[in-house]
Nanobody, 126 residues
């Protein structure tokens, strides 16, 4: 079965850091654009960051720009989201998603991604 698996999130104090990983099961991420999304209680699904499949292009939401970094290691079949200077408003369930199309790698539309992870809770609180 083809799917994505996110690493465990956790509880982090404001100002702290956390790295999430997204690993593919049953297929290789090479050739897929990857997006990280999040959803907080009572809020819309939010596109956080994306990385293209072929040229390393990246996208960041304004709310995380300068604090989060997306990267990929195709040899390990894994994509990472390094989150620094975390704020309480970063609290959400984080999901990774894979998109096979080489165009519009940072699409915000959930339906245009082919595979999704199960989500992992990140809580930023003192």
């Amino acid at each position: 079965q083809l799917h994505l698996v996110e690493s465990r999130g956790g509880l982090v104090q404001p100002g702290g850091s956390l790295r999430l990983s997204c690993a593919a099961s049953g297929f290789t991420l090479d050739g897929y654009a990857i997006g990280w999304f999040r959803q907080a209680p009572g809020k819309e699904h939010e596109r956080v960051s994306c990385i293209s499949s072929h040229d390393g292009s990246t996208y960041y939401a304004e709310s995380v720009k300068g604090r989060f970094t997306i990267s990929r290691d195709n040899a390990k079949n894994t994509v990472y989201l390094q989150m620094n200077s975390l704020k309480p408003e970063d609290t959400a369930v984080y999901y990774c998603a894979a998109r096979a199309s080489a165009i519009y790698y940072n699409t915000p539309f959930k339906g245009e991604y082919d595979y999704w992870g199960q989500g992992t809770q990140v809580t930023v609180s003192s």
